[in-house]
């Protein structure tokens, strides 16, 4: 998500292509021959809503392991909470197996009290409170060192719990710029082990590396070559103390990500290339690696430069490529100026961010359903103009009354919504994941 979440000052995404039309025939089709399931949701349980649908989370996380458990002999899954926060994500994820990868206290207790038995936590800045709980919680949590400091905190946290932490230590993986606030540089790794070996509560047995934005495996198998290196400057006695290696989230979901016209905000200005009413404006995209890309380069790196040297488990972190299918808005429109503008019943504080100013997700109109995608400001209802669901929809003309569904909003909108002028949607749980 632009500038909100870790992201590498390196990681400037490939200039975007323009959208086939035919894909996104393909992707509206599929929404609106559930159109009646989706307006009974609606009658039922009334409007807005956050729709999720578990058995699309279930078979993406089953398609998401299969892919790297095909490619390497000894994997761990943990589900990034932070990604979609609902309860019953992590939870629908944990009866298939994942563990959960926690950023906070707070994410913390919330996979503890959903009974998660195997969590990572990691992240910069974590307090002695949070260290505590994950103390407390020893048998369940593996801390993820973010710096020298932290480790000494994390023992003394551990002796006064009585407990032992089994830990890994965060390597950088970006030496300069906002990213180094993610954990040791790799040099340091070798007096890492040093520091951390005096420390009596502290186990450290583990790696992890994360990047996010991977439109492909590049980044990541880069940096798998980089932490070969490194495992061959360490001493063997540190290096036979490694039980895993986490290589984090940053899995792109397939269809790519799909972008408005840069500037696009610019053209609802007065000016001369000001955007015409009804106008639909073009749709960008940047391709994405299918998993199974990712899972066998990432295969092959590790068994490269990691297995020749350690004989260790891999875990991943992955959030959005997970829970972005697995969840979509509803909402009603409730007025309408002219021909071109319609206001929601809902406003963008349910997904806590101005994501379509940038970001390209079609609306369909459920009541007037149709292929054709027409020109016409799709606004929320906050009393500010940065509220905007789109700049189009795909129906038979649009008005008051009329249920209009927003799919594939499950990664980084539910976590991120906020209590703002209107009050946030309830949420409706769909889909036996069996
Ligand atoms: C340490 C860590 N792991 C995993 C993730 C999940 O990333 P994504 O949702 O892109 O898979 C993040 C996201 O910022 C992260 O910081």
Not at 81 to 95: C, E, H, R, Y
Not at 207 to 232: C, Y
Not at 379 to 387: A, F, I, K, R, V
Request: glycine share 12%; aromatic share 8%.
């Amino acid at each position: 998500m632009d500038g909100m979440m870790e992201n590498e000052s390196s990681n400037i995404l490939p200039r975007p292509s323009l959208l086939e039309a035919g894909v996104l025939e393909e992707h509206v089709r599929g929404f609106l021959k559930r159109r009646d399931e989706f307006l009974s949701i609606a009658s039922d349980r009334g409007s807005p809503l956050y729709i999720l649908e578990r058995d699309v989370l279930v078979s993406r996380a089953r398609r998401f392991r299969g892919a790297f458990e095909k490619s390497l002999p000894r994997t761990s899954y943990y589900f990034a909470m932070k990604s979609n926060n609902l309860p019953a994500v992590a939870g629908t994820l944990i009866g298939g197996g994942f563990g959960i990868d926690v950023s906070s206290g707070l994410e913390l207790q919330a996979a503890l009290d959903l009974g998660a038995r195997d969590i990572v936590f990691s992240g910069p800045g974590k307090t002695s409170a949070e260290l505590r709980l994950a103390a407390e919680n020893a048998g369940r949590v593996t801390i993820l060192i973010d710096s020298f400091d932290e480790a000494g905190r994390i023992d003394e946290e551990a002796r006064a719990n009585g407990a032992i932490i089994r830990a890994g230590v965060r390597l950088t993986s970006g030496e300069h710029g906002l990213w180094r606030k993610f954990g040791i540089p790799i040099e340091e790794l070798g007096r890492f082990f040093r520091h951390a070996s005096g420390f009596g509560n502290v186990r450290l047995r583990g790696l992890q590396f994360h990047s996010s934005w991977n439109m492909d495996p590049g980044k990541q198998t880069a940096f798998i070559a980089r932490v070969g290196e490194a495992l061959a400057g360490l001493p063997s006695a540190d290096r036979g103390l490694i039980e895993f290696i986490d290589i984090g989230g940053g899995y792109w979901p397939p269809q790519g990500e799909w972008l408005h016209p840069p500037g696009i905000m610019d053209r609802l200005e007065p000016g001369e290339n000001r955007m015409a009413q009804g106008e639909v404006p073009d749709h960008r995209w940047v391709g994405a690696a299918p998993i199974e890309e990712f899972a066998s380069s990432i295969g092959d790196a590790a068994r490269r430069h990691i297995f020749p040297q350690i004989d260790c488990r891999i875990c991943l972190e992955p959030g959005r490529w997970v829970c972005n299918d697995a969840m979509h808005m509803l909402f009603t429109v409730i007025d309408r100026k002219g021909d071109g503008l319609v206001i929601t019943d809902a406003g963008t504080n349910a997904i806590g961010w101005e994501r379509f100013e940038t970001d390209y997700f079609p609306i369909l109109n459920l009541s007037r359903p149709g292929l054709t995608e027409r020109g016409c400001l799709v606004l929320g209802s906050l009393c500010t103009p940065h509220d905007v669901w789109g700049f189009s929809y795909f129906g038979e003309g649009v008005g008051p009354g009329d249920v209009l569904l927003l799919p594939c909003q499950g990664a980084y909108t539910y976590s991120l919504r906020q209590q703002f002028i209107k009050p946030l949607p309830a949420v409706v749980i769909i889909g036996d994941p069996d």
